[in-house]
Nanobody, 124 residues
Framework: QVQLVESGGGLVQAGDSLRLSCAASGRTFSVYDMGWFRQAPGKEREFVAVISWTGGKIRYAEYVKGRFTISRDNAKNTVYLQMNSLKPEDTAVYYC?????????????????WGQGTQVTVSS
């Protein structure tokens, strides 16, 4: 089992920045690929970013590319999502997720462990 706890969400204005953190406990964090997803009201949960267990492979959704940066610190069992130039359409609950696998994937059903989410609200 892997337990994930997100933090860092909040209410900001358009153009502002936030950094989300996801702290992991339980099994060895460093062997898991870590993803960030988000879910806006009335919408399905969608992929945001993923980082491989080594940190060597990273993928972003097109709608956040160039604005968001995913990173991890295996010594601290933590994955981060730096969000810059935030837009009102980024408003959502943000979730981190973990999986083990050979390939970096963006499909939410492929992830085994999920955090409880942290709310990000961007006002215009």
């Amino acid at each position: 089992q892997v337990q994930l706890v997100e933090s860092g969400g909040g209410l900001v204005q358009a153009g502002d920045s936030l950094r989300l953190s996801c702290a992991a406990s339980g099994r060895t964090f460093s062997v898991y690929d870590m993803g960030w997803f988000r879910q806006a009201p009335g919408k399905e949960r969608e992929f945001v970013a993923v980082i491989s267990w080594t940190g060597g492979k990273i993928r972003y959704a097109e709608y956040v590319k160039g604005r968001f940066t995913i990173s991890r610190d295996n010594a601290k069992n933590t994955v981060y999502l730096q969000m810059n130039s935030l837009k009102p359409e980024d408003t959502a609950v943000y979730y981190c997720a973990a999986r083990r696998g050979l390939l970096v994937v963006t499909t939410r059903d492929e992830y085994d462990y999920w955090g409880q989410g942290t709310q990000v609200t961007v006002s215009s």
